[in-house]
């Protein structure tokens, strides 16, 4: 295992651990994202919550980062069914230049982690098809029955999103 992902190791789901120290790292030599993006699909599920949390807070300083590795994270990425990894995949994959046949495929990956077990990732995915939906008026008619119909039954952190972002589609 790469010294980078060494540092993700160890302990249990409910800490961070050393991800503060590997952002730093990947920030000075940006070669390493690619080592990370590794993380998010290691056999290790610590590693593989930890990588996922770092890519996703190096990405929102550096989007274009994740270009070269846009099937994967709509591939095997997305298809991992942990948790922490879809909820940070939901808010990765706005920042995606999407060509329309992968933007059609992060819709659907979005579309299916609403049926998640976590609100969290109900949540983040709710925001992420919001977000993909402002430029799309058909895509954004959709979003809003979807939203609505997740208010409906959904948990006060899914209601009170949906809420935010139904204002936002007006």
Known sequence: MNAIL??????????????DEVVAAVRNDATLFAVLFEGMV??????????????EKLTVEHPEWLTPFTS???GEVAAVEQQEV??????MIPRLTLSPRERATA?????SYLGDRSNIVKV??????????GGDATLRDRVVGIIGDMMKTGSPAVKSRGRKLLKRLG
């Not at 290691?42 to 890519?55: F, I, K, L, N």
């Not at 819709?107 to 579309?111: A, D, Y």
């Open 72 to 74: 994967r994270l709509l």
């Open 107 to 111: 819709v659907r990956i979005l579309l």
């Open 42 to 55: 290691a056999d290790d599920e610590v590693v593989r919550m930890r990588s996922a949390d770092a890519a």
């Open 86 to 91: 879809r909820w940070h995949v939901a808010q």
């Open 124 to 133: 983040f995915s709710m925001q992420a098809l919001a977000d993909l939906a």
């Open 6 to 19: 060494r540092k993700l190791a160890g302990g249990d789901r409910r800490s961070v651990g050393r991800v």
